[in-house]
């Protein structure tokens, strides 16, 4: 029988047409001379992880470089999901940038939304009302526990533990119900505006968070039950991707990277914004610096976004959401379809966009991730000159060689997970 | 100033303004603040001395590197910015520093990061969208964009929206890009791969501009 054309061209790559092994670029490349026992411990191994593969989290590329099972050097490859984010804001009004911002750190799109919305009102010296302010610490907080949530219901599978995965989920789950009765939409919410919010929360929407702040805590403690003191668990993180104080800084970690290490900060205590500074919560910090840290001190986040929702929720009071001023939020559907002045308005919103005065301005929030920034520059017309986000996990990852020091390969895929990398957002 | 005294912890980022104006009279070139935040404008020339003197002074400590990043205006007469956001995270205040630089002429600044180890991948993506230089950067390769890309620097405000090339030539060249470009020279010496690599792999990776000794 002839070999068909599409046979030879699925054939082994490491093969030449005469059957012979030839080396390929990227495996162990022996030589011809070696035996093959030679290759035990003797040899570097390069291995290529990713970019498809459940354990990096997205389409990262890791190329480890290995002495037996000990790491020697780990590249990381980013780039895959690059989308031009920042590109594309310089041709966008303000708001039609909002709607990207979901697509960047797409575990947490409230806290992303409104992370922009609040770098706007900075630079336009917007004064935002007092529902907006509570929905938008609910929001932040809400994105903060969904987040946490899939790091460590992922991690947990990483590392063997199936479980808790599911008993995370369902109560994310929770939270995503929310989300589509508030602004229609489960994962791209698009829920903040220059000035106010998409929508006020619907009826009956408080007493479901109320019911999920009330038995979230459960939870966390079956969670805590089945991690906490797990030996397999403990076994896998602690020691493992070991980060101090002075190295954390010094690599610009942020979020519970940098907090796990030892370092107390928090963008919502040492730069408040939205009021954080009137609520009362903790901010919990590592000691080690390893994986375990890490995973304590987004447990214990949850519980401290749960606090921070309780309190957020008995001040909220019925009052308007967007501010008062026709050249920044759109005037009712009602009016501007009735009334000549809010037609208008609408009309020029729409069509000419908001104008922010030529300047600029960085604003930092505290993401689930770490510190996202947005940096804005403007030269008075209704679109950007410049947006620039700072990426929290970005430069978390920017860090991974470094935590590999001295590791296994099996402690690679548990460091990797501990970073809480969500590829929307490094690579933009 | 208001807000000067012999407790560092006191000092604003004015403060520091000013402290910087009397240190490094040629450094500085100008420096004001915008939105209640502290820019100040540095000369390429000085920029590191600036830097170094802001992160290990014991009345400034900005020991946290917090961005680096560029900025284009679309007004072709004004200078491209290198800007640095820093943060004294002891002082809880934060500082801006930039270097303003000819968008026509060379684009090189001095790399930090021999200050902060967290600008390594924010020079490299400051390079691969805008084109700066950072000399002295060990491993100043692209980082979103491909080894190889040749389109340009996709930030510039001379690079259009969609690409200097037609859609086709995009497609065609995604087509025509190959996979061993990915791998970087260092991966290859690692796996002592690349004197044994075929001969038309090595002819597309100069192409790439990729050669070993």
Redesign the interface.
């Known amino acids: 029988m002839t070999p068909r054309t599409i046979e030879m061209e699925l054939s082994t790559p490491g093969l030449d047409a005469r059957g012979q092994v030839r080396n390929v670029p990227l495996g162990v490349s022996r030589r011809p001379s070696e035996s093959v026992n030679d290759d035990f411990g003797a040899e570097h191994m390069l291995v290529n992880i990713g970019p498809q593969h459940p354990a990096t989290h997205g389409v990262l590329r890791l190329v480890v470089e290995l002495e037996g099972e000990a790491v020697k050097r780990v590249i990381p490859h980013i780039g895959y999901l690059h989308s031009g984010f920042e590109k594309l804001g310089e041709y966008r009004f303000y708001n039609q940038i909002i709607p990207l911002t979901d697509r960047t750190d797409y575990l947490s799109p409230m806290a992303n939304n409104i992370a922009f919305a609040l770098a706007v009102e900075a630079l336009m010296g917007i004064q935002i009302t007092e529902r907006c302010r509570l929905l938008r610490v609910i929001a932040c907080e809400m994105s903060r526990i969904i987040s946490h949530l899939v790091w460590a219901g992922t991690t947990g599978i990483d590392l063997g533990a199936y479980t808790p995965f599911l008993w995370m989920f369902e109560q994310r789950e929770r939270i995503y119900n929310l989300q589509e009765s508030w602004t229609g939409a489960r994962l791209t919410t698009s829920v903040a505006r220059v000035g106010g919010m998409m929508a006020d929360v619907p009826d009956g929407w408080e007493d479901g968070l109320r019911e999920f702040v009330r038995t979230f805590p459960n939870t966390l403690r079956e969670v805590d039950t089945m991690f906490t003191r797990n030996a397999i668990w403990c076994g896998r993180t602690q020691g493992v991707g070991v980060m101090n104080a002075e190295d954390a800084i010094n690599y610009s970690l942020s979020g519970p990277m940098l907090r796990a290490s030892g370092v107390a900060y928090d963008v919502r205590k040492d730069r408040p914004y939205l009021g954080y500074d009137e609520f009362d919560f903790d901010v919990p910090i590592g000691e080690h610096g390893d994986i375990y840290d890490r995973y304590r001190v987004r447990m214990e986040e949850m519980a401290q976004s749960v606090r921070i929702m309780e309190q957020a929720l008995d001040k909220l009071r019925p009052g308007p959401v967007d501010v008062a001023d026709p050249r920044i939020t759109l005037p009712p559907k009602s009016r501007a379809m009735s009334d000549m002045e809010a037609m208008i308005f609408h009309f020029k919103q729409v069509m000419e966009g908001i104008k922010p005065p030529a300047g600029e301005v960085y604003f930092g929030v505290e993401n689930p991730k770490g510190e996202l920034g947005t940096y804005l520059v403007s030269d008075g017309t209704a679109k950007p000159v410049r947006w620039r986000i700072r990426p929290p996990s970005f430069l978390n990852l920017a860090a991974l060689p470094k935590l590999c020091d001295g590791a296994l390969l099996s402690d690679v895929i548990a460091i990797n997970a501990s970073i809480d990398i969500v590829m929307g957002e490094i690579d933009r | 100033m208001s807000g000067a005294s012999a407790d560092p912890g006191l000092h604003t980022a004015a403060d520091t303004a000013v402290a910087l104006r009397a240190r490094f009279p040629e450094a500085v070139v100008r420096s004001h603040t915008?939105?209640g935040?502290v820019?100040v404008y540095v000369t390429n020339a000085g920029a590191h001395a600036v830097l170094e003197w802001l992160r290990d002074d014991v009345s400034q400590q900005f020991?946290?590197?917090?961005?680096i990043?560029c900025?284009?205006?679309?007004?072709p007469e004004r200078e491209l910015e290198v800007?640095y956001?820093l943060r004294s995270?002891d002082r809880?205040v934060?500082l801006?520093v930039k270097i303003p630089l000819n968008p026509d002429g060379p684009l090189e600044v001095r790399s930090v990061l021999d200050l902060?180890?967290?600008?390594?991948?924010?020079e490299r993506?400051a390079w691969d969208?805008f084109g700066v230089k950072f000399r002295g950067h060990p491993d100043l390769r692209?980082?979103?964009?491909?080894e190889g890309y040749a389109e340009g620097f996709?930030?510039r405000k001379s690079?259009p929206?969609r690409g200097h090339w037609s859609r086709a030539e995009q497609t065609r060249q995604a087509l025509e890009a190959n996979p061993?470009a990915?791998?970087?020279l260092?991966?290859?010496s690692?796996?002592?791969?690349y004197h044994?690599?075929?001969l038309d792999?090595r002819e597309r990776l100069a192409k790439a501009g990729k050669v070993l000794p």
């Open positions: 915008v939105c935040q820019v020991n946290y590197l917090t961005d990043t900025v284009e205006y679309r007004d800007v956001q995270l809880k934060d801006r902060w180890r967290g600008a390594d991948w924010l993506e969208m692209r980082i979103l964009m491909w996709p930030l690079f929206l061993e990915y791998y970087s260092e991966e290859l690692i796996a002592e791969a044994e690599l075929p792999v």
